[in-house]
């Protein structure tokens, strides 16, 4: 019984994983693809395209959309009006800002599908294009069956099932540390082009050889095949 009790606590032991969250993490950057002629729509086309790129890796639960008129000459945008969608699958123990602060204008969505997403990124007048996209609330694949944070062992992180997989959410409800997700997504368009920015701020994703950071790497190489460019147009 003894050696049954050794054996399953060393099994329990190699199956966690220890991390810490920090100011600035691992950085990705990419441009999105020349939008053709019709600026808006390849806009949302590019945001969608790398959603679904980074589908296997890591999955926005609650997006903020910022929205204001194009200007037809130099294609920036200034945003006027601000749209929140957010899962109910986010679980408890997660810090979701919007929730918190606008609560009379966050809309509840049992999931964001593809469908719900194409929606929530649909300018709300003619002549308008989004500005910047982010990801409040994110949730990242993790292969461990249990994660702590560094000098907080006995605290939880909040782990949902999608398809089958284990996916931990944030930004997390802890005080002391810095509310961040485990991966952030932003997008900002800047005279027509539209900046990606992928960071993980939790440490597990920096680590060369686990299962998050290769999964990681191998989104950033999908990117690289799908045209989306290291450098601005």
């Known amino acids: 019984m003894v050696q049954l009790l ?17 100011d600035h993490g ?4 990419r441009y999105g693809p020349p939008p053709g002629l019709d600026r808006i729509a390849g806009n949302r086309a590019s945001v969608m395209r790398v959603l679904e790129i980074l589908r296997p890796v890591v999955r926005p639960l609650a997006l903020e959309i910022t929205f204001g ?9 200034t945003a006027v009006e601000t749209r929140r969608i957010a899962s109910r699958a986010i679980p408890a123990g997660v810090a979701n800002r919007s929730a918190f602060e606008q609560p009379a204008e966050l809309e509840l969505v049992d999931e964001l599908t593809t469908e719900v997403v194409a929606r929530a990124l649909a300018p709300p007048h003619p002549g308008w294009d989004i500005e910047t996209v982010t990801a409040a609330v994110s949730a990242a694949r993790v292969t461990e069956v249990e994660l702590t944070i560094e000098r907080q062992p006995s605290l939880r992180v909040p782990v949902i099932d999608l398809d089958g997989e284990r996916w931990a959410v944030g930004p997390l409800d ?15 368009q800047s005279y027509g082009d539209v900046e990606l920015t992928i ?7 920096w680590q060369t050889g686990s299962v998050e950071y290769n999964g990681l790497q191998a989104a950033e190489q999908a990117l690289d095949a799908a045209g989306f460019a290291t450098q601005s147009g």
Do not use: C, D
């Open 6 to 22: 050794r054996a399953a606590t060393h099994q329990i032991a190699a199956n966690m994983s220890t991390f810490h969250i920090a």
């Open 26 to 29: 691992l950085l990705i950057k």
């Open 69 to 77: 008129l194009m200007e037809p000459e130099t294609f920036a945008v």
């Open 174 to 188: 802890v005080q002391g540390y810095r509310l961040a997700p485990p991966i952030a997504l932003e997008w900002r």
């Open 199 to 205: 960071e993980a701020f939790w440490t597990l994703w």
